[in-house]
Each structure stands twice: as structure tokens, then as C-alpha cells.
């Protein structure tokens, strides 16, 4: 069965302070693997697409990589406007089927 | 600017009442989503169409139907809501091609279901 395993669900930084979030997950073949930031009340937000083991995408104080039963979102120095739920989400091979994971919330103080 | 939009944003309807959801785009994707997110957990995948073709997940409820009436709008309409149905519903759209590589999917801003 496809799953999506996040951790942790929640982490504390103080700002400046750098860590990784993880994605483990169980696919029958990888379509494309996903990360989403989500505010509060909100939808979510696009951040990367991976698609195979081995790539790396950034984006200014994100950088997200992939093997292949994990993926990781590395927060480097962050700020307290990175404050938020960050998702990950993968569609196997075959169809449109999106499996999210619980998420973790990352909370940066200032 | 393109985008996905929900109306409304807060929606309360009383125990068994009939409810429908709207969800419009201006991004002229193919492939539209329903998700219902209860909090702190996953959002879970009820249906999506690709163009016309409806694809309904095993587990999501007879209780939960969809209507897509052109490319531009979907509806979810639950025919006699439970107090297990408060979530928020986020409607997502795609571009995409069988096929091909995955694209990212661009949410709306939710509707939040309150059932009394």
C-alpha cells in the first residue's frame, strides 16, 4: 500500500538554527514527489517537485532532495516567517492518486 | 492573476442537510481535486476528474459526490452530512498527461464545513 510518513511532526528552531524535515514513503513506482508549505487556514502552497533519486531542487532557505524510499527539507538559517505546516505528497505511477503525509509543523523563533 | 477559487470560505449547514461546495479556476488545467483535511492531519483525496473522466477514491464515502460541469468548475455536494464531515475541503488543479511526469497542484484557499 503507498504511504507517506512525515518527521518530526513538530519542530522548534530558533532562528538562524538549520535542520532537516523528512519524508519517508512506500510507493509501487514514484511519479513525482511533492512539497507543500500550508499556513493556517490556508491551502497549500507549491514548493519543489522531485522526480527521481538523486535530485536536488532549492529555493532560497529551502532545499529539498530525494533517494529513494526518503526525501528530506533542509531549512537553512531560517526566519520566523518560516513558520508554517510543511507537506509532503507523492503520486505513484498510473494515475493522479496524491497521497499526502500528516506534515510538520515548524515553528522558528525569533 | 490565475488562481483557484472556493466559495464560500465558511460554510455551516445542520446534521443531514443537503451541502454543495463550488471550487473555479482561471488556470485552464485539465485534472481538478477534491480533499477534505481534518486538523492536524493529512489531506485525504476524495475524487478528481482528468477533463471529464470522474475518479472516485475506494474509500471516500457514497455520501460525497462530485459534479464538473466545464472545465472552469467542480462541485462537491454531500448529500446528508455527518458530524464526522467538519473538515476544511480544498479543492487543487493540475495540468497534466497520462503518462507524462507529474506536475504540482495549485490549492484553493479551503472551505471550512461546520456541521450542528
Known amino acids: 500500500e503507498d504511504q507517506v510518513t512525515q518527521s518530526p511532526e513538530a519542530l522548534r528552531l530558533q532562528e538562524g538554527e538549520s535542520s532537516s524535515l523528512n519524508c519517508s514513503y512506500t510507493?509501487?513506482?514514484?511519479?513525482?514527489l511533492f512539497w507543500y508549505r500550508q499556513d493556517p487556514g490556508k491551502g497549500p502552497e507549491f514548493l519543489f517537485t522531485?522526480?527521481?533519486a538523486g535530485e536536488e531542487k532549492e529555493k532560497e532557505r529551502l532545499k529539498a532532495t530525494l533517494t529513494k524510499k526518503e526525501s528530506f527539507l533542509h531549512i537553512t538559517a531560517p526566519k520566523p516567517e518560516d513558520s508554517a505546516t510543511y507537506l509532503c505528497?507523492?503520486?505513484?505511477?498510473?494515475?493522479?492518486?496524491?497521497?499526502f503525509g500528516a506534515g510538520t509543523r515548524l515553528f522558528v523563533k525569533a | 492573476d490565475a488562481m483557484v477559487i472556493q466559495n464560500p470560505r465558511y460554510q455551516v449547514t445542520q446534521f443531514g442537510k443537503p451541502v454543495t461546495l463550488s471550487c473555479s479556476q482561471t488556470l485552464n488545467h485539465n485534472v481538478m481535486y477534491w480533499y477534505q483535511q481534518k486538523s492536524s492531519q493529512a489531506p485525504k483525496l476524495l475524487f478528481h476528474y482528468y477533463d471529464k473522466d470522474f475518479n472516485n477514491e475506494a474509500d471516500t464515502p457514497d455520501n460525497f459526490q462530485s459534479r464538473r460541469p466545464n472545465t472552469s468548475f467542480c462541485f462537491l455536494d454531500i448529500r446528508s452530512p455527518g458530524l464526522g464531515d467538519a473538515a476544511m475541503y480544498l479543492c487543487?488543479?493540475?495540468?497534466?498527461?497520462?503518462?507524462?511526469?507529474?506536475?504540482?497542484?495549485?490549492f484553493g484557499p479551503g472551505t471550512r464545513l461546520t456541521v450542528t
Open positions: 522531485l522526480y527521481s
Open positions: 487543487a488543479t493540475s495540468r497534466e498527461l497520462r503518462g507524462a511526469l507529474s506536475y504540482e497542484q495549485y
Open positions: 510507493v509501487s513506482g514514484l511519479r513525482g
Open positions: 505528497a507523492v503520486q505513484a505511477t498510473g494515475g493522479f492518486k496524491t497521497i
